[in-house]
């Protein structure tokens, strides 16, 4: 198949903007974040915005990276490890990411589960609810094409939005110290691992990879693109950040008692119930439907944006052309199908589990080790191998030193965050 011609990138505005980026940070938001944000807010205040913000940042390099590679070699990051890494890789990445497709499946439709549970008042189970919102994911990614796909996204990042950050307005009580807690860094005493967490957590992982997909899918092509992508990427993690934030200042209204803890099981019905006694029904009805709307983009997105990962592997595996590896990357692909079929089917086990936490909490820990491996094999594609492209910019020196931290940092978390785990299974 030859590859049709490239579409000439639109002018940089923010209605522009909003397109395959805006989608990315939808997948990237999910019941990790929506509770790690609450915990912290209850915790710790305001004084952990910062490292919302700083995460949302470290995603946004990452993201970048990938786009660049794409846009200077016409490769996503898959078909780049195949050609240029030991080809280990390849077969390691794919056990890996059955396991992570495993993890975040059932996070996923469990977190879908406890938010339409909550804003049911309980009239429909976590459990039912669950399975129900697999098979309609399933749905929406069969018959609907990545335009409608697209569309039902942003409808649900509108919804997400709007919701949060409308209770985040109504009921900020100190405007100022929230100020401060994004621009003055502080670490409290003995939260230096939470802030790790914290860090890590915002943003997303293996989905970042998705970035490469949407951007074939819109025709993103060639280096007239750059400043677009950028702008694209830069959009997704500020409202990333924003969302964070937002949830972070109203546990921070609702709970923050120094001193004393809320415990992650707690921290969506308690929201909720705190936003009633505030605001009336509005509260609990905006808070109950900004986390559905969250988790469920998440899910529309990873249900959609996996299985081209299970394609791409598929097409390197067998050894395919470049172009026969976009034909299998096609959403009408037999590979691509079979792994949304996979991912359907592959949380329904886990979805009567008495601890939907636990799963969300062992998600966290398997997609923060994917990383530093993100960002070490950013710094060699985006610094050593030859580029077709040479109007897109390989790595600055700035960009590298960004990746070291990523990867240093990211380790740290990815080992506190499994010790953390197997503390609390064997606990």
């Not at 098979?135 to 990545?146: D, N």
């Not at 390197?316 to 996979?342: E, N």
Request: net charge positive; hydrophobic share 50%.
């Amino acid at each position: 198949m030859s590859s049709p011609a490239p579409k000439t990138a639109p002018s940089v505005s923010f209605l522009k903007l909003a397109g395959p980026g805006l989608v990315v940070a939808a997948t990237g938001i999910g019941s990790g974040d929506v509770v790690s944000a609450t915990v912290g807010g209850a915790r710790y205040g305001v004084v952990l915005l910062w490292a919302i913000a700083l995460g949302a940042f470290f995603k946004f390099v990452l993201s970048e990276g990938i786009a660049r590679w794409q846009l200077a070699t016409g490769t996503t990051v898959i078909e780049g490890w195949a050609e240029h890494l030991h080809t280990s890789v390849k077969a390691l990445f794919g056990g890996y990411l059955v396991l992570w497709t495993i993890f975040v499946s059932s996070a996923l439709t469990n977190a879908c589960g406890l938010g339409m549970a909550n804003l049911t008042g309980g009239g429909v189970s976590r459990t039912t609810a669950a399975i129900a919102h697999s098979f309609i994911g399933f749905a929406v990614v069969w018959l609907g094409g990545y335009g409608k796909f697209e569309k039902l996204m942003k409808l649900l990042v509108g919804v997400m939005g709007f919701s949060i950050l409308v209770c985040a307005a109504l009921t900020m009580d100190n405007p100022g110290a929230a100020v401060q807690g994004v621009a003055v860094p502080t670490i409290p005493a003995g939260s230096g691992t939470y802030v790790l967490s914290l860090i890590g957590g915002i943003g997303g992982s293996v989905t970042m990879l998705s970035y490469n997909y949407w951007m074939r899918e819109e025709g993103m092509r060639g280096s007239s693109w750059l400043s677009y992508v950028r702008g694209d990427v830069a959009v997704a993690y500020v409202f990333t950040a924003i969302f964070g934030m937002s949830i972070m200042l109203i546990a921070n209204t609702a709970f923050f008692v120094p001193g004393v803890e809320l415990r992650d099981a707690e921290a969506v019905p308690r929201m909720a119930a705190f936003l009633g006694s505030v605001l009336g029904p509005f509260g609990v009805w905006a808070y109950g439907l900004g986390f559905w709307a969250a988790v469920f983009a998440s899910l529309l997105g990873v249900w959609q944006s996996v299985p081209y990962l299970y394609a791409d592997i598929y097409g390197v595996l067998k050894g395919l052309s470049v172009d026969a590896r976009k034909d299998i990357t096609q959403v009408t692909s037999t590979p691509y199908r079979l792994g949304l079929v996979f991912i359907t089917l592959a949380p329904l086990p886990l979805a009567f589990t008495s601890a939907p936490i636990l799963v969300i909490v062992t998600y966290t820990v398997i997609g923060s080790l994917f990383v530093p491996f993100l960002a070490g094999t950013l710094l060699y594609l985006n610094n050593r191998v030859p580029w077709p492209e040479r109007d897109v910019p390989k790595n600055a020196m700035v960009t590298n030193l960004l990746l070291i931290v990523i990867l240093v940092l990211f380790m740290a978390v990815g080992g506190r965050e499994a010790m953390e785990a197997l503390r609390r299974v064997m606990g």
